[in-house]
């Protein structure tokens, strides 16, 4: 069964980081890309970003380029989010996803793309 399993989260302030972890069991993902997306109270998900497994291609939303970092590690197979300089809008809901690709991670933004999900981690950034 596949599973990802989210951790990290917390309650920050304003410019602090945090790291989020996206731990996969079940299958080995190394043909997949996998992202981050998150989601706040009453907004729809919105994409964060994405790495290929394999290669390591990364695509991120331009509001979080210079301040998220996405990476991943094999032997442990585990997605990173690292987050730095953390802004009140960071506040969410962070969601784990994997999907079976070979495409560019550039053309897979929209959550109907991915099949596996985890069940999220919650970013509360205080100003």
């Known amino acids: 069964q596949v599973q990802l399993v989210e951790s990290g989260g917390g309650l920050v302030q304003a410019g602090g980081s945090l790291r989020l972890s996206c731990a996969v069991s079940?299958?080995?993902?190394?043909?997949?890309?996998m992202a981050w997306f998150r989601q706040a109270p009453g907004k729809e998900r919105q994409f964060v970003a994405a790495?290929?497994?394999?290669?390591?291609?990364?695509y991120y939303t331009d509001s979080v380029k210079g301040r998220f970092t996405i990476s991943r590690d094999n032997a442990k197979n585990t997605v990173y989010l690292q987050m730095d300089s953390l802004k009140p809008e960071d506040t969410a809901g962070y969601y784990c996803?994997?999907?079976?690709?070979?495409?560019?991670?550039?053309?897979?933004?929209?959550?109907?793309?991915?099949?596996?999900w985890g069940q999220g981690t919650q970013v509360t950034v205080s100003s």
């Open positions: 996803a994997a999907e079976t690709s070979y495409s560019n991670p550039y053309y897979y933004t929209a959550p109907r793309q991915y099949e596996y």
């Open positions: 079940g299958r080995t993902f190394r043909s997949d890309i």
């Open positions: 790495i290929r497994w394999s290669g390591g291609s990364t």
